[in-house]
């Protein structure tokens, strides 16, 4: 099972908006609203920051968006701040697997 | 508050067999997939397989079957994932996860192991 495209990395200036995007098929990304986003500080365990495409969990800020168009699924952090500086990583469910599929990750810098 | 809390970090030679664990809290641990993600150093996150306390049906990606077995004792509420022969290319850092009841998402997470396999 092939991994969601996400970019390598991206970054920003505090205060600033960014955008993470997962791209997959209709077989995934495209067929379902089932994407979720985690976040992963280094020596950390990842942490859900968005589930369903679009749904925050509670306690997660609003800073934090998803949304979805065809077969690329996206994650927008607003106002971005020091600690979102980490690496994200979106999921799917895809028929090809009961397991599903994760991206290949993106490392976010805070310049 | 929902907990998963993993046994601690192992140091293993090349052959050897090893098992740890996931202990759930906080939850109907039966009522809910439990799955277990590798990270290599450096790398993304991989689903190596998923169990289902209730009745121990187990689902393993291709990349993982007959590599590792995922077990259950609701009994405990504890979830294994064991090796029989470890190999270098094992070394990783090991999570389990429980699964949302309604989807395939990834909900809690345990805080990890570390498996170093080292000659």
């Known amino acids: 099972q092939s991994a969601l495209t996400q970019p390598a990395s991206v970054s920003g200036s505090p205060g600033q908006s960014i955008t993470i995007s997962c791209t997959g098929t209709s077989s995934d990304v495209g067929g379902y609203n089932y994407v979720s986003w985690y976040q992963q500080h280094p020596g950390k365990a990842p942490k859900l920051m968005i589930y369903?495409?679009?749904n925050r969990p509670s306690g997660v800020s609003n800073r934090f968006s998803g949304s979805k168009s065809g077969n690329t699924a996206s994650l927008t952090i607003s106002g971005l701040q020091a600690e979102d500086e980490a690496d994200y990583y979106c999921?799917?469910?895809?028929?090809?697997?009961?397991?599903?599929?994760f991206g290949g990750g993106t490392k976010l810098t805070v310049l | 508050e929902v907990q998963l809390v993993q046994s601690g970090a192992e140091v293993k030679k090349p052959g050897e067999s090893l098992k740890i664990s996931c202990k759930g809290s906080g939850y109907s641990f039966t009522s809910y997939w439990i799955g277990w993600v590798r990270q290599m150093p450096g790398k993304g996150l991989e689903w190596m397989g998923i169990i289902y306390p209730g009745d121990s049906d187990t689902r393993y990606s291709p990349s993982f079957q007959g590599q590792v077995t995922i077990s259950a004792d609701k009994s405990i509420s504890t979830a294994y994932l064991q090796w029989s022969s470890l190999k270098a290319s094992d070394t990783a850092m090991y999570y389990c996860?429980?699964?949302?009841?309604?989807?395939?998402?990834?909900?809690?997470w345990g805080q990890g192991t570390l498996v170093t396999v080292s000659s």
């Open positions: 999921s799917s469910y895809t028929s090809s697997s009961t397991l599903g599929v």
């Open positions: 369903e495409v679009s």
């Open positions: 996860a429980r699964r949302f009841s309604s989807s395939p998402g990834v909900d809690y």
